[in-house]
Nanobody, 127 residues
Framework: QVHLVESGGGLVQARGSLRLSCAVG????????GGWFRQAPGKEREFVAY?????????VYADSVKGRFTISRDNAKNTIYLQMNSLKPEDTAVYYC???????????????????WGQGTQVTVSS
């Protein structure tokens, strides 16, 4: 059974940084894409970032985080990362790691493209 475990969330001041990690088990990680979504209170879960299956693979970002967030992966450690810099109060949300058993996705911003999700980690940015 596929399982994803996020870590690294917390409370940070505006303009600060955090790095989220997501350990993936139960599938061939090097053949799977990875992604991050987030959900703020009262809002829909929204796409944040995506990475293809290979290390150094292609990435896609939401416009709201482009230039501030970086997604990466370490296939030797079965882990996906999200480096978040220049954080803003509007980045406050529960962040979810996700995965799908493909080398790439045609529509990486759609929730239905993924088949496994982590439990989420809270990120709170104070002004």
């Amino acid at each position: 059974q596929v399982h994803l475990v996020e870590s690294g969330g917390g409370l940070v001041q505006a303009r600060g940084s955090l790095r989220l990690s997501c350990a993936v088990g139960g599938r061939t990680f090097s053949s799977s894409v990875g992604g991050w979504f987030r959900q703020a209170p009262g809002k829909e879960r929204e796409f944040v970032a995506y990475i293809n299956s290979w290390s150094g693979g292609g990435t896609v970002y939401a416009d709201s985080v482009k230039g501030r967030f970086t997604i990466s992966r370490d296939n030797a450690k079965n882990t996906i990362y999200l480096q978040m810099n220049s954080l803003k109060p509007e980045d406050t949300a529960v962040y979810y790691c996700t995965s799908a058993p493909w080398s790439y996705l045609a529509n990486p911003t759609a929730r239905q493209s993924y088949d496994a999700w982590g439990q989420g980690t809270q990120v709170t940015v104070s002004s």
